[in-house]
């Protein structure tokens, strides 16, 4: 019931469209009783009193009749696709805009192919369910309770009977639908979980050939191909037993009119034409009953899936907009974290973290992997909020501002590349208000990536990602760097983006971001001593602790954890470097 109040909130926005609808169904069901009704004259008054002058005239009305209903019920078809396509609309940009809405960890837990069914599979049950079930649902009831009536005021007797054998269909149907039930959430999940391994397979695809894993692919689908088309065969047994059933009982009501209506017609109880019309209402009766069976799977099919949809649109985000956050104009950029700790479920992932960063400074995070650096980023970010502590950005507690403004002022080169399937300049000046080519080109040569795409058969205009050329990691990273940069950032982020670099670029990049961006709050993650040496802060981590900070200098001094990967990776090199130090000093 909740499921049917939930559709119906979208549905009261078009409430006048749709109670004319009803109306006009309604309507259409009540002058479809007067066809049968003039049969019945017909039978009566001309063939059997012979008053041929009402021929013309009943036929007339019957033509009449069959237009008026035929308009009548385009009307109302057109009436229920337009509202549906409305509260379709509606309910899409809902779940778009909750898509948005929702962090990280959302989509930690859930599986893409999940999130895609909702958009589509289950979209389009509920557009169903309101441009076709809900009409065809009041369609049967009104003409059904139509027929009822005008077969009462006819014969009592004869209506009566014929309605024994209604109690039979509600039983029917009602065992139907509570056995089909729980398959339709079934099917729902299968059709979800298959569009989960088309999805990773489709996204992993290098992967998969990589390992020639293709067979192992094709049974991994086959799996879960056969288990949907298992439980879509189970329904169809649960319908299999109940349709014919319903289909029996149907036509029982033809064998009791024809049976009891004879009897009544010999008794003189009823007459030769009011039987034609009983005969003609009999689709009212019959339908419905044949049409049960089929509309109840279409409402499961509504449940099961509007459920999934009011289950995304109703998700909670745990990181908080607050109501009036600080809008500055232009975040200066210090950053400072206090007693910071963190987990992402129970295992504390940060502990009690604490530095200050000024304005313009580079820090620089350093560690092995599993460490914590990208946690420390997302936590500036605020993708996710600290468990304990305090992370401030011009002293201002992140949880204060407001998130767009925040998030704004931050730049994000990201360890994982993505770029969208579009035009490089697209890619580039990705969110930015307008396109600004000359502003396009500078960030390019900044991230040194212009040479490389002015060499690419449509330059800027070239489309990458799932359409467009392949590039090289190296050329993708700069890609992003470009986006990172051209946002003019108050705090840049570069979260191990110029791993796929060579040395020299790596340093022409910095020297170029060091020169345009003096006021800029860098945060660089790298693995490589080359790519932090020059950091005005350099935090080693260490199991989500900061064990070592200083500059590099002052790190070499310290010989501990920093000094030991300096040697690793500078080698030989490193002691004759040291020796001189020594001969100088
Ligand atoms: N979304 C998440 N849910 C649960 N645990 C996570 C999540 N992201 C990271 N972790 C865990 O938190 C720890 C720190 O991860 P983080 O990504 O911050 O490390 P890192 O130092 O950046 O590593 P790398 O250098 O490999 O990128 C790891 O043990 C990781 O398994």
């Known amino acids: 019931m909740d499921r049917i109040r939930w559709i119906f909130s979208y549905i009261n926005k078009y409430k006048f469209k749709f109670t004319f609808a009803m109306i006009i169904v309604l309507v259409c069901s009540a002058i479809s009783m007067i066809n049968p009704y003039l049969s019945g004259k017909l039978v009566d008054e001309v063939i059997l009193h012979g008053k041929k002058n009402l021929l013309i005239s009943i036929l007339a009305m019957m033509i009449g009749i069959t237009l008026v209903k035929s308009i009548v019920r385009y009307t109302y078809q057109m009436l229920f696709e337009r509202i549906s396509q409305d509260v379709i609309f509606e309910i899409r940009r809902e779940m778009y805009d909750k898509l948005q809405e929702l962090d990280l960890d959302y989509y930690n837990r ?16 509920v557009r169903h369910f309101v441009s076709w079930v809900m009409y065809n649902i009041l369609e049967n009831a009104t003409a059904f309770i139509c027929a009822v009536l005008t077969m009462a005021v006819i014969n009592i007797k004869l209506t009566l009977l014929m309605l024994l054998v209604t109690p039979f269909v509600g039983l029917s149907a009602y065992m139907m639908a509570k056995s089909s039930n729980p398959v339709f959430y079934k099917i729902r999940e299968k059709f979800s979980r298959l569009n989960t391994v088309v999805q990773e397979n489709i996204s992993g695809n290098r992967v998969v050939k990589a390992f020639a894993k293709e067979d192992y692919e094709k049974v991994k689908f086959e799996n879960e191909n056969q288990g949907y088309m298992e439980t879509n065969m189970e329904l169809a047994n649960v319908t299999k037993t109940y349709l014919p059933i319903l289909n029996a009982l149907a036509n029982m009501f033809t064998i009791v009119m024809v049976l009891v209506g004879g009897i009544l017609i010999i008794n003189n109880e009823l007459t030769m034409g009011e039987l034609v019309t009983f005969n003609g209402l009999i689709w009212a009766i019959n339908n419905p009953m044949n049409m049960v069976g089929f509309l109840i799977n279409d409402v499961q099919r509504f449940l099961a899936s ?39 479920g129970y295992e504390p992932v940060l502990k009690d973290i604490n530095f200050k960063v000024e304005q313009g400074q580079t820090v620089a995070i350093f560690g092995q992997t599993g460490a914590g650096k990208s946690t420390i980023i997302n936590l500036i970010e605020r993708f996710y909020d600290v468990t304990s502590g305090e992370v401030l950005i011009d002293g201002i507690n992140i949880k204060k501002y407001d998130l767009e403004a925040l998030r704004r002022s931050i730049s994000i ?18 969110g930015l208000p307008k396109m600004d080519e000359d502003k396009v080109s500078w960030a390019a040569e900044m991230a040194d990536a212009s040479d490389f795409i002015q060499r690419l058969s449509d330059s ?13 990691g190296g050329q993708k990273q700069r890609i992003t760097l470009a986006r990172s ?22 340093a022409m990049i910095q020297q170029n971001l060091n020169r345009v961006y003096k006021d800029t709050t860098c ?12 950091a005005d802060l350099i935090l080693v981590l260490d199991d989500g602790r900061i064990v070592e900070s200083g500059t590099h200098n002052e790190l070499l001094k310290k010989k501990g954890h920093y000094y030991e990967v300096y040697q690793a990776q500078y080698g030989s090199y490193l002691s004759e470097e040291e020796e001189q130090r020594e001969e100088v000093q």
């Open 413 to 430: 080169s990201m360890q994982d590349v993505f770029l969208f399937s579009n035009t490089i300049e697209e890619n580039i000046s990705y």
């Open 460 to 472: 800027y205009e070239t489309v990458v990602g799932e359409r467009g050329v392949g590039l090289s």
């Open 485 to 506: 940069i051209i946002k003019d950032p108050s705090i840049l982020i570069l979260d191990d983006t110029t791993s796929s670099l060579d040395v020299e670029t790596e």
């Open 306 to 344: 509007s459920r999934k949809i009011k289950i995304l649109i109703s998700e909670e985000t745990k990181i908080k907009n607050p109501e009036d956050g600080i809008k500055p104009e232009r975040i200066k950029g210090s950053v400072e974290f206090k007693n910071v700790n963190f987990e992402y």
């Open 110 to 125: 859930t599986r893409t192919g999940d999130i895609m069914a909702r958009m589509t599979g289950d979209m389009d049950a």
């Open 523 to 534: 945060f660089i993650i790298a693995h490589r001593i080359s790519s932090i040496k020059d």
